[in-house]
């Protein structure tokens, strides 16, 4: 789907927990690079006297924030005309990270909305080598909070790292957030999966679900182990407006492994698919409709 309009269907396409801490289990730790939240007059660092202002011209003309960006969605190839909704220059946050061996740095420019978009945050990767390049950039935000994982960077390949980035939104008494996991190789940026969970804090009952992410061993590049744990707890009031679920726990996991003949990571099960139809139910029947439109794959 194309990015902008279809932003604001993302949000709703497999619904997803907010305001939760997700669990990110690398086991290598060491790797972890610490996120970085720069001024545009900082400077990157690199072979030349390069500030994150030169960084965000290169995406953004004249850093204001009110121009139209040419950016593709993170699960698109189709580039599409997005206007921010704000002038204010865009939040900038930065990681680290590798490609193919070669040291690159990966900026996210969060705009919170773009005009006719639910979330608006421009995921950059540059080579500051010297003369700073843009590599490549998309739309990863389908929520109006965009914001890299703690750790940010999972070490997954032979100089290839996996960034991780959650993009939230509140509506009433629930809560969404999807979780892009997306590859850096070949100097481009590459959706494996979003992982989307739905939070629900009703009368009668509150719903949860948490993510976690575990890297295993693989070649040449490691198994991607991810899972949503759901856990339903009753408030024991009399609310009298609709069925109670039981109180419990359920694990819903799907494994992600390299297949060498496509060139890209590729899931076990649509487990998350059937969880994003379940919650795509829930919603729908909280408001009494059907969402405005078609969101699952």
Known sequence: ?????????????????VGLAICWIPVERAYAEPVLHPD??????GGEDVTFADLV???????????????????????????PASAAAPRLSAVPVRSGGLDRMAVLLNFGS????????ILALFDVSGEPRLL????????????????????????????????THWNSSQGYTTVPLV????????????????DENLCAFERAQ??????????????IVASVTERTTLSGEDCGNGAVPEAGTRTITVRYQWDAGAQRYVPDSDAFDVLARESEGRFSRRHAVRPATTLLK
């Not at 773009?114 to 945050?121: H, N, Q, S, T, Y």
């Not at 590859?183 to 739905?198: G, P, Y």
């Not at 948490?210 to 198994?223: I, K, T, V, Y």
């Open 210 to 223: 948490q993510p976690e992410l575990r890297r295993e061993a693989g070649e040449p590049f490691s198994d």
């Open 114 to 121: 773009g005009r006719d978009v639910v979330g608006l945050a």
């Open 57 to 83: 011209r290169l995406v953004v003309p004249g850093t204001a924030g009110n121009e139209t960006i040419d950016v593709r969605d993170i699960g698109s190839t189709e580039v599409e005309d997005i206007e």
């Open 1 to 17: 789907m194309p990015v902008g309009r279809a932003a604001s269907t993302i949000a709703l396409s497999r619904m997803a927990l």
């Open 40 to 45: 545009l007059t900082d400077l990157v660092g």
């Open 136 to 167: 490549d950039a998309a739309n990863v935000a389908s929520g109006d909070g965009t914001s890299f994982l703690d750790p940010a960077r999972l070490p997954v390949g032979i100089g290839d790292d996996l960034l991780a980035i959650q993009s």
């Open 183 to 198: 590859l850096v190789r070949n100097d481009r940026l590459e959706l494996v999966d979003s992982i989307f969970a739905f």
